[in-house]
C-alpha cells in the first residue's frame, strides 16, 4: 500500500483505467480513486479515461483528455483482470502502471501488482487503503466506491462479502451522500429489461443437475432495442428459481460470436470461463464461444461440472 502511494506522489498526470464493459465496481473504483487522488493531490492532473457507458452514467462519466506528446505519466489499472480487457490502449504508453484488482492474478501485468482476490471488490480495497494510510475521503469518493461494494456483493449476499467488508462500507455511508437515491438507481430498470427478465424465464432451459441456460440472439436484442451492456442487468435472474444452481447466459455479438455471461450458487465455474478464453472469480465468471458447437461444449461442462 505505502509503494503505491510513493508511486503516485511520484508523478504530476495520472491515468486511471478499467476494465471494457464496465461494471458499478469497475467505475466506483477507477472514479472513486480518481476523487480520492483528487482530494489529497489537487495538484496533480489525474484523469479517468475509457468509455462513457450510457446505462451507468448516473455513477460517473470519463475524462475526454489528450495528453501533451512526451507527457511522463503514471496508468493505474481498477478490476482489470487481463490486458486484453483494459480499456483506453494508453497505458501501452505509461511510464508505469499499478495493477488494483480482486480477481485471480492469471495475467500478472503491470510494475506494481495489488492483487487480493478474497476481497469483495476492487473498490473495497481501494476504500480500504484510503482509510489505512488516512487518506482523505470526500463525499463523492465515498459515493462511489460504496456504489462498487454494493454492485459486486449484490448487496452484500455473495460469499466474498466479509466482516470487513461491512465495516468499510460503514465508514464511507457516513459521508454525506444520499445512499437512498443511489440504491433506487443501481436497482431500477426500464421496461424493456423488464420485458427481457419474462423473456429468460419463459426461454430459459433447466437441467437436471441445476444447471441452466438462455440464448440472446441479436435478432431478439434488435427486437427489443437492446444493447450488449443492458443485457447484463439479467446476468442474476436465473439463480432466483430455487433449482437453479449454476447458470449461463449467452449472448450474441454483432461479429457472430458469443459473450458467456456465467453463475453459480456454490460449484465453481472459474475453470470452464478459462477454457474457453475468459477468467473471473469461482463463482461469477465470463466466457467467449465461437460457435453454435462451443456453446453446447459450455453447457455440457456446466452440467458434468454440477454432476461432479
Known amino acids: 500500500m505505502?509503494?503505491?502511494l510513493e508511486t503516485i506522489q511520484a508523478y504530476d498526470h495520472i491515468l486511471i483505467h478499467r476494465h471494457k464493459n464496465p461494471d458499478?465496481?469497475?467505475?466506483?473504483?477507477?472514479?472513486?480513486?480518481r476523487?480520492?487522488?483528487?482530494?489529497?493531490?489537487?495538484?496533480?492532473?489525474?484523469?479517468?479515461?475509457?468509455?462513457?457507458?450510457?446505462?451507468?452514467?448516473?455513477?460517473t462519466e470519463m475524462d475526454q483528455v489528450e495528453l501533451p506528446a512526451g507527457t511522463s505519466y503514471l496508468s493505474i489499472v481498477c478490476d482489470t483482470a487481463n490486458v486484453p480487457r483494459i480499456d483506453d490502449e494508453r497505458f501501452e504508453r505509461a511510464d508505469k502502471v499499478i495493477k488494483i484488482d480482486h480477481h485471480p492474478n492469471n495475467d500478472p501485468y503491470g510494475d506494481i501488482q495489488w492483487v487480493e482476490d478474497w476481497r469483495s471488490s476492487a473498490s473495497e480495497m481501494i476504500a480500504d487503503w484510503a482509510l489505512s494510510l488516512g487518506l482523505e475521503l470526500n463525499a463523492e469518493?465515498?459515493?462511489?466506491?460504496?456504489?462498487?461494494?454494493?454492485?459486486?456483493?449484490?448487496?452484500?449476499?455473495?460469499p466474498a462479502t466479509s466482516p470487513k467488508t461491512f465495516e468499510i462500507a460503514g465508514k464511507l455511508a457516513a459521508y454525506d451522500f444520499d445512499r437512498a437515491e443511489l440504491g433506487r438507481e443501481m436497482t431500477s430498470f426500464d421496461m424493456k429489461i423488464a420485458r427481457l427478465q419474462g423473456y429468460v424465464y419463459e426461454n430459459m432451459e433447466v437441467?437436471?443437475?441445476?444447471?441452466?441456460?438462455?440464448?440472446?440472439?441479436?435478432?431478439?436484442?434488435?427486437?427489443?432495442?437492446l444493447s450488449d451492456a443492458e443485457t447484463s442487468r439479467i446476468v442474476g435472474t436465473p439463480g432466483n428459481i430455487r433449482d437453479v444452481k449454476s447458470w449461463a447466459i449467452f449472448v450474441e455479438?454483432?461479429?457472430?460470436?458469443?459473450?458467456?455471461?456465467?453463475?453459480?450458487?456454490?460449484?465453481?465455474?472459474?475453470?470452464?470461463?478459462r477454457r474457453h478464453d475468459g477468467g473471473g472469480h469461482e463463482?461469477?465468471?465470463?466466457?467467449?464461444?465461437?460457435?453454435?458447437?462451443?456453446?453446447?461444449?459450455?453447457?455440457?461442462?456446466?452440467?458434468d461440472n454440477l454432476k461432479g
Not at 291 to 300: D, F, M, P
Open 207 to 225: 437441467a437436471e443437475s441445476g444447471a441452466a441456460r438462455v440464448l440472446l440472439t441479436q435478432e431478439l436484442m434488435k427486437k427489443m432495442s
Open 253 to 273: 455479438q454483432a461479429d457472430g460470436h458469443y459473450r458467456v455471461r456465467m453463475r453459480s450458487k456454490f460449484q465453481p465455474i472459474e475453470p470452464i470461463a
Open 141 to 158: 469518493s465515498a459515493r462511489l466506491l460504496y456504489a462498487g461494494i454494493i454492485g459486486d456483493t449484490g448487496r452484500f449476499l455473495f
Open 35 to 59: 476523487a480520492l487522488l483528487k482530494a489529497n493531490f489537487p495538484d496533480k492532473a489525474i484523469y479517468a479515461v475509457g468509455y462513457d457507458e450510457p446505462t451507468l452514467t448516473y455513477l
Open 24 to 33: 458499478p465496481d469497475a467505475l466506483g473504483s477507477q472514479a472513486g480513486l
Open 283 to 303: 463463482l461469477a465468471s465470463g466466457a467467449n464461444s465461437y460457435s453454435l458447437e462451443e456453446n453446447e461444449q459450455i453447457w455440457q461442462e456446466l452440467q
Open 2 to 4: 505505502q509503494n503505491i
